[in-house]
């Protein structure tokens, strides 16, 4: 088992994607990479510095860390800051934040090849983990809960990998 941190916006619609792949154990949505004292979603709101980041476990005999970063390129818009689709604010800032050090050069290489396709300089963090906390139980598979919540992530990316 691997986890990976993935800030891609609005911190719902990417645990729903994620959700979805055959591979990944788990996921917990939370706050990354502010200040170390934990958190509420209001100071979160009020620029506190952390981002909206899903934590994502993952088994990498079922699924590997390059994929899983292929399949985040696809639902974040690498080239934005501090903005994905209507939500804009420091916490829904980009990133890629690591614990296992070994996985810096999987990371560096699709940043390399999605650097290389779009032609620009990627916004998007990445960086060691140094925070992470556990959203409130309410944002916790929120888009389960709440069918029609907002989401700058299309429906259809929902329906990729149906288990």
């Known amino acids: 088992m691997k986890t990976i941190y993935l800030a891609g916006g609005c911190f719902w619609g990417t645990q729903k994607y994620f959700d ?3 591979g990944v154990t ?3 949505v939370g706050y990354a ?3 170390e004292s934990a958190p509420t979603y209001e100071d979160v709101c009020s620029n506190s510095g952390h981002a909206e980041t899903v934590r994502v476990d993952f088994d990498e005999k079922k ?3 390059a994929q899983l970063l292929r399949l985040y390129f696809k639902v974040i818009d690498p080239l934005s800051v501090n903005r994905q689709g209507h939500d804009r604010g420091i916490q829904y800032r980009t990133g890629i934040y690591y614990t296992d050090p070994e996985m810096l050069d999987t990371i560096r290489e699709v940043c390399g090849e999605v650097e290389a396709e779009v032609g620009a300089p990627l916004a998007v963090e990445v960086e060691p983990l140094v ?3 556990p959203a409130e139980e309410y944002h916790q598979k929120y888009l389960d809960k709440n069918p029609g ?3 700058h992530i299309p429906a259809a990316f929902f329906n990729l990998g149906k288990k």
């Open 26 to 28: 788990d996921t917990e």
């Open 149 to 151: 919540g907002y989401c």
């Open 63 to 65: 699924i590997g860390l």
């Open 33 to 35: 990479n502010g200040p």
């Open 20 to 22: 979805q792949f055959e």
């Open 131 to 133: 925070y992470f906390y």
